[in-house]
């Protein structure tokens, strides 16, 4: 689709995409946001590539450093591993994790002999040593690791787990809104178009599920399936396709009488073709902006039901998860650990709303 600007007396033909793209460049928080979203894709696709910790599921825990401060640095005593560890590709590092090459065990001091190497452990006795052979310890026996926020109550590293847990956020918000997509677009058009029985059939079955509270279906379903990482998915996705279909539903029936549609119907198109070659390509914008908009209602409710327990299990990374573990530090020393995932998830929900409004600008067709 093809629209007209008069530029010095002349009429060039710009696309509608193109139009749109420009009028969205114009939307400064709209292009912060897209820039702050792609950055956190690519930081989920690198994964385990790019976290200080790359052990699956940013789990290597040391009690011995637990509760450390941001900034926080340590010397480690590496021990091989009394069973050989098994070497995974760059693409399994990526999406899985390398298991710990060397254990590793956390040092203030340590002199090197011929043979031996003799540690202070981290805050023990500073009178008390412990001697290793160096036939224990890894090639390099002695490195250094700085943790930029600090260790949680386990010892594990707080930036690796922020990190990942990008991965559990996209993902809850891509498949559960693809879900929702696909089920609101599929009744709302059907709805719409036939009208009739049919279409009170479905708005009762719409306005039932609309009836019920969102977070306590959720809940509902998510017993039902059982805790999980793919079932608490498919329980999101199952009950966000209400607000679709009715928006979807409203849309068609504003369409269905247009002269485009009654020239379909005349050629002798199908009512299938009719509704996904013609309506759903001339609502599209609004279904953008309303996945937008679900996008960030899915993260905040991973988040919820992660904190109450019933969405992602340990030990896989979670920042709804992390709150819950941490939350009780909020009336101590160390409220950060609980404040910097509720930070992640308002940066990454403001960035999903401020795009949506910016597109519902761009495609505005009173602009």
């Excluded at 976290?51 to 640095?73: K, V």
């Excluded at 409004?357 to 495609?363: G, K, T």
Aim: proline fraction near 4%; glycine fraction near 8%.
């Amino acid at each position: 689709m093809s629209i007209f600007k008069k530029k010095d007396k002349n009429y060039k033909a710009v696309s509608l995409s193109e139009l749109t793209w420009k009028r969205f460049r114009k939307e400064g928080q709209g292009m912060i946001s897209l820039g702050f979203i792609i950055f956190v894709i690519l930081l989920a696709i690198a994964g385990y590539l790019v976290t200080p910790d790359s052990t699956p599921y940013c789990n290597h825990q040391q009690l011995e450093i637990a509760l450390q401060p941001p900034g926080f640095r340590v010397k480690l005593l590496q021990l091989k591993q009394e069973q050989e560890v098994p070497q995974f590709n760059l693409l399994q590092k990526m999406l899985y994790g390398q298991p710990a090459q060397y254990q590793t065990i956390p040092i203030d001091e340590f002199r090197q002999t011929r043979d031996s190497v003799y540690v202070k452990l981290f805050e023990d006795d500073p009178n008390t040593t412990v001697g290793y052979a160096k036939s224990e310890l890894a090639d390099e026996p002695v490195t250094s690791k700085k943790f930029l926020l600090g260790t949680d109550r386990y010892g594990r590293d707080v930036l690796s787990q922020l990190m990942i847990g990008t991965r559990i956020s996209l993902a809850v918000g891509g498949i559960s809104v693809f879900i929702a997509l696909v089920i609101g677009i599929l009744i709302g058009s059907i709805a719409g178009y036939y009208r009739g029985k049919i279409d009170d059939i479905l708005m009762w079955f719409i306005n039932v599920v609309w009836s019920i509270p969102t977070l306590l279906l959720v809940i509902a379903i998510s017993f039902a399936l059982g805790k999980g990482f793919w079932q608490i998915f498919i329980a999101m996705g199952l009950t966000m396709w209400v607000d679709v279909a009715r928006v979807v539903r409203g849309q068609v029936i504003s369409l269905r009488e247009k002269e485009f549609v009654e020239a379909g119907k005349a050629l002798g198109y199908n009512s299938f073709h009719i509704i996904l070659k013609h309506l759903l390509p001339n609502i599209s914008g609004t279904i953008i902006v309303i996945a937008a908009s679900n996008f960030s209602s899915a993260i905040l409710m991973e988040a919820g039901l992660s904190f109450l327990g019933i969405g992602v299990q340990p030990p896989t990374p979670s920042w709804g998860m992390m709150m819950k573990e941490n939350y009780a530090y909020i009336v101590l020393d160390n409220a950060y650990l609980a404040i910097i995932p509720g930070i992640a998830i308002m940066l990454l929900v403001l960035a999903f709303m401020l795009i949506g409004n910016a597109l519902r600008n761009a495609m505005d067709v009173r602009n």
